[in-house]
């Protein structure tokens, strides 16, 4: 099941009532790359998106397909 990453995170953000500008802040990342993120136009890395979950108390999981 694929999620659409972007939906969550501006949902969270909303919640915690933090601005795209500001969460780019506290995570160190580009807030040109949370406006993009958050619209799905680009391809984050694991490290940007375990920095802005980490600031938003959310968290990353990878997780591996069993094979049949």
Not at 2 to 8: F, K, P, R
Not at 41 to 61: P, Q, R
């Amino acid at each position: 099941m694929l999620v659409n990453i972007g939906a969550v995170i501006r949902q969270r953000r909303k919640q915690l009532k933090i601005t795209q500008p500001h969460l780019a802040e506290l995570a160190g990342v580009n807030a040109n790359t949370v406006y993009k993120l958050e619209r799905n136009e680009t391809n984050a890395t694991l490290k940007v998106l375990s920095k802005i979950a980490d600031v938003l108390g959310m968290e990353v999981k990878l997780e591996i397909k069993k094979l049949d």
